[in-house]
């Protein structure tokens, strides 16, 4: 039995997916103490708890002390089944989160899984569903992991109502991952997503990242989508030769629309001007799949302290060596390898 302690590090519910993932690919039971203990709402909150649901489903686990509120989580996983799943968060808690805590445990099977996902699928502190479609899963199928996904009802927070259908395929074996130059940018384009809203946001939103990031009126576009509840997504693509990466943002109320778009384009300036291939964002959810696979090493913005608290859940179930170097102000490398993997065949520990 592994022990955590989820209140180490950034103490967030970060901690407890990697937990769930990492327990599932490996067959080993962990029991998590002190669950988001310095978080206002300590403990599982709704997205957590689907998370936990989900991953018991999908390979027979005994469970304790799963519930809202809980801080202390004991998982005892048994080999994970492929097949055909649903999933519903209940709020609008993020199903894109939900996905990347299943994704690789359901890889590492021998036949093909389809999952359905009701919840939240733009929410502020998750990642949406287009930077998991265009710049997440593209980036880890480098890696071997292989699946798609398709959105057929926008979920906007505090409604959530979404609906994703996601596809994951067997791993199949890959180099390690060296990704230290982006390479030359060949497209960018903003897209403003717009739910039950006047359609003037989405212009002054546009209206900023043209003027801050030189983009022309065919770089930008506006979605109007149907969904349970108002809401308002910014999102900015990155394509360059090696890899391309989305920035989000996000419409609230009291927030001027100027100021939702300005965040963004702060965020793609830093970016570009840092000259890595990985933002920050991105750094922080490739551990898990670089740990199960052939291992690697990027460069990417200062590593956040969600970063380092994954890389040190990943050390307590993987032999894993983890080397975050610093080349300037803004520019570091992170490399993360497993210390007895070979390229061509499943890292042993998955071999139960």
Known sequence: MIEIDGSMGEGGGQIVR????????TGAAVTLRNIRARRSKPGLRAQHLAAVRAATTICAANTSAAAIGSDRLTFEPRPVQP?????DVGTAGSVMLVLQTILPPLSLCAGSSEVLLRGGTHNPRAPTFEFIRDAYLPLVRHLGFDAQIAIDRYGFYPRGGGLVRARIDPWTPRPALELLVRGAVSARSANVLIAGLPEHIAQRELGVLRDRLGLSGDDCSTSVVTAHGAGNAVHVRIDCTEITTVFAGFGSRGVPAEQVADHVAHDVENYLNANVAVDSQLADQLLVPLALAAGGQFSTLRPSAHTGTNAAVIR????????????????????LRPRATLPDRPPPELRR
């Open 18 to 25: 990697t937990a769930l993932a990492l327990s599932m690919c």
């Open 83 to 87: 097949g055909r799943y649903e999933v």
């Open 316 to 335: 307590e179930f993987l032999p894993v060596d983890y080397e975050p170097r610093e080349l300037a102000d803004e520019r570091w490398t992170i490399a």
